[in-house]
């Protein structure tokens, strides 16, 4: 249990005991954990929905999901997602991009990036039903995760910060651990709904990785939550459809 540990002290804020920056074995035990981690990051918005569209209209009750999200992961991957989104577009060579991305301060295409990602995720949950939400949310954070484990396995590191590590650490056996352990849980999340989705998971792990390995060599940990951001946008979208669809979950049906 000690990667779970590992896992959960570098996704959420709970306060866990453990030495992520020094101990390599401990990040790569914690790789295979990623998707269930992040599950349980769904499972506790899609709880907060549920509890909200008591007394809320679906709007507000997923604005307040998404923000427990944001509360529970210190949202550490829209930060990545707003550094990508400054270095990106805003840097015209490899060298200004990385100076960017090791700039604390979000510019204009950060800010815009991380808003427009809010706007998908509250638009696409307030759009679907409290039973669907239980399904999709688990699903969505653990495939996202399991992209970013796919990208760590392809592409090499770029600079030496923990995102870094984590991608050194990241052997063939554990990353294959960690995309397995996503995509069960999204087949028994979505059944048949989930092959879509593995298929965008493993198209955003690649595609965002292989931007990032022209204009900066690798991927660093920025990186990694932008590719989880996008991710889990594009599957938040794709359970709207599956929702709107009737599609039957293997335990109940929507």
Same mark, same amino acid.
């Given at each position: ?6 896992a959960v ?6 306060p ?8 390599q ?6 790789i295979?954990?990623?998707?269930? $981690?992040?599950?349980?990051v ?6 907060v929905?549920n ?8 709007? $507000?009750?997923?604005?307040a999901?998404?923000?427990a +999200?944001l ?20 840097g ?32 696409a949950?307030?759009?679907v ?20 484990i796919l990208?760590?396995a392809?592409?090499?590191?770029? +600079? ?6 984590f ?8 990353a294959? $651990?960690g ?24 198209l955003?792990?690649w595609?965002v ?37 009737g599609?039957a ?6």
């Amino acid at each position: 249990m000690s990667g779970f540990r590992q896992a959960v002290a570098f996704f959420t804020r709970i306060p866990v005991k453990t030495d992520l920056k020094n101990d390599q074995g401990a990040l790569a035990s914690s790789i295979p954990w990623f998707p269930v $981690v992040g599950a349980a990051v769904g499972i506790v918005a899609a709880s907060v929905y549920n509890a909200g569209l008591l007394v809320l209209p679906a709007i $507000v009750s997923a604005t307040a999901a998404i923000s427990a +999200g944001l509360v529970l992961t210190g949202a550490l991957h829209e930060d990545g997602l707003g550094d990508v989104a400054d270095a990106f577009w805003g840097g015209w060579e490899r060298e200004e991009r990385i100076r960017i991305l090791k700039d604390p301060h979000l510019g204009t295409y950060g800010v815009a990036a991380i808003a427009v990602s809010l706007l998908f995720r509250v638009g696409a949950l307030s759009s679907v039903s409290g039973e669907a939400a239980v399904a999709i949310l688990p699903a969505a954070h653990a495939l996202s995760r399991s992209a970013t484990i796919l990208s760590m396995a392809v592409f090499p590191p770029v +600079g030496l910060g923990l995102g870094s590590s984590f991608v050194l650490s990241a052997t063939r056996p554990k990353a294959f $651990v960690g995309m397995v352990g996503g995509v069960v849980i999204g087949v028994v999340a979505l059944g048949w709904w989930a092959v879509p989705g593995v298929a965008i998971a493993a198209l955003a792990g690649w595609g965002v990785g292989e931007v990032s390995r022209r204009k900066l060599g690798g991927v660093t940990g920025d990186v990694l939550g932008a590719t989880q951001q996008l991710t889990e946008v594009s599957l938040l979208i794709l359970g709207v459809v599956a929702a709107t669809s009737g599609f039957a979950l293997p335990w109940w049906r929507i």
